[in-house]
């Protein structure tokens, strides 16, 4: 694809778009957009279906927790699995993993006992640990190293449009097919995209019999097929990453989980209000992912320092972000609390995609590995940030105090990018 120096930043933007479907791996970087709305919808449509399921089942609070939590454990294997992709290769990883979170998502539906939803969930987060520290990978060997971050972005914010569109998609189905047909369905269709995922990709591209010369031009190829991984040393080096995504995650999984009820309690919304402002809030991280990911390269691109395109931007949103979402604590009108929320989660997002481009930046020959050390910072969120954020309600019982904590964790992990080092690569181990 064309490079941009001296171009028109907008207008390069656009080029970038409209020139994805043209090529082989601009149609990688489509399926794996794909991958990330579909894992995203099928791990959030027990939310929604959770009031059908309570009362079918006849759970109380706690069980129906249980049912929610017990994703996060086996998510916590993102390392492991991160580094099985990285021996097998993404196309095999995805293809197996890829069919256990399928699967899951099916059993959730046929599930008829408390045993069985919590087992189902459970196979689901096994299934679901693989996809992002796989892509990682993917993102390494199929775009240059001056596009990746976009491409990290323009991937990631089909997360923020499963997130989003989750509710009312989940929610329409359900008026059709119940509760049931909807897990049914939406496996289904993760099943498809497994299926042509195992047919289409390849996993090094100059074995693809579609790709041009002029594509393979332009992507390094680091891989060595019988390396070890290089743990010793990628370790410390993934770890001030890993604790940057650990402090942003925390707050987007607070976001995720806990928006509508904050919406509710706090300004007395019914439901529908409650998901109308939820929506709003969390629509602005679509764009929070895409412009965070094109700066980020950009920045790269103009400087040549990985460290302006990559902690000064991320430091930046993080603290955008904690100066955005600061105001809600004092903030009494539901309006401007939105637009607060709205503004710092475009931040958060803003900041993903070049931390997961930091990956690739350190160890782009095992990228997989790295992205799995980098997203259990996530998968460790995922179990810590709601609980917090409840326990700190029920404490003061204010839902906007809680707030205050995700402050001071984007401040932290604003922190920790003074020592992040993207332009130290990790080698392999002959």
């Known amino acids: 694809m064309t490079t941009m120096n001296g171009a028109v930043p907008v207008r390069a933007f656009f080029r970038e778009i409209r020139a994805i479907p043209g090529t082989v791996s601009g149609r990688v970087v489509i399926l794996v957009a794909l991958c990330y709305l579909l894992n995203m919808i099928d791990r959030n449509v027990v939310s929604v279906a959770a009031p059908e399921i309570q009362r079918e089942f006849g759970l109380t609070n706690t069980q129906l927790g249980l049912a929610f939590s017990v994703f996060g454990f086996p998510y916590l294997l993102q390392a492991p699995v991160g580094w099985l992709c990285d021996k097998w290769g993404s196309r095999l990883g995805l293809t197996i993993f890829g069919s256990i979170w399928s699967l899951a998502t099916i059993l959730c539906g046929l599930s008829s006992s408390l045993a069985g939803l919590v087992g189902a969930r459970a196979l689901l987060g096994l299934g679901e640990a693989a996809p992002f520290p796989a892509m990682t990978r993917v993102i390494a060997d199929w775009t240059p190293p001056t596009r990746r971050s976009f491409m990290q972005g323009l991937t990631h914010s089909f ?244 707030f205050s904590a995700s402050l001071c964790l984007l401040l932290v992990g604003a922190a920790m990018c003074l020592v992040m080092r993207p332009d130290r690569q990790v080698q392999d181990v002959a």
């Open 159 to 402: 997360v923020s449009i499963g997130t989003t569109a989750t509710p009312p998609l989940v929610a329409w189905l359900m008026g059709y097919v119940g509760w049931r047909g909807a897990f049914l369905m939406l496996g289904g269709i993760s099943a498809v995209w497994v299926v042509v995922w195992a047919w289409r990709f390849r996993d090094d591209p100059r074995t693809h019999p579609e790709v041009t010369k002029e594509e393979l031009a332009q992507l390094v190829f680091t891989r060595k097929v019988e390396a070890k991984a290089p743990w010793r040393r990628l370790i410390p080096a993934m770890l001030p990453p890993t604790l940057v995504y650990l402090c942003l995650s925390a707050t987007f999984w607070t976001f995720w989980t806990w928006l509508p009820t904050y919406f509710a309690r706090s300004y007395h919304l019914e439901l529908k209000s409650s998901a109308i402002f939820t929506f709003g809030v969390l629509f602005a991280g679509v764009f929070g992912d895409i412009s965070g990911g094109w700066l980020s390269d950009y920045l790269y691109r103009r400087t040549g320092s990985l460290r302006i395109g990559r902690n000064a931007l991320i430091g930046t949103s993080l603290i955008l972000a904690a100066a955005c979402i600061g105001p809600v604590l004092f903030i009494r009108e539901v309006n401007l609390a939105a637009l607060a929320l709205a503004s710092g989660f475009f931040f958060i997002r803003a900041a993903v995609s070049p931390t997961w481009a930091v990956c690739t930046d350190i160890a782009p020959a095992w990228a997989g590995s790295a992205g799995g050390m980098l997203n259990t910072g996530s998968a460790v969120s995922s179990i810590c940030a709601p609980l917090a954020f409840g326990f700190i309600a029920d404490l003061t019982g204010n839902y906007s105090t809680p």
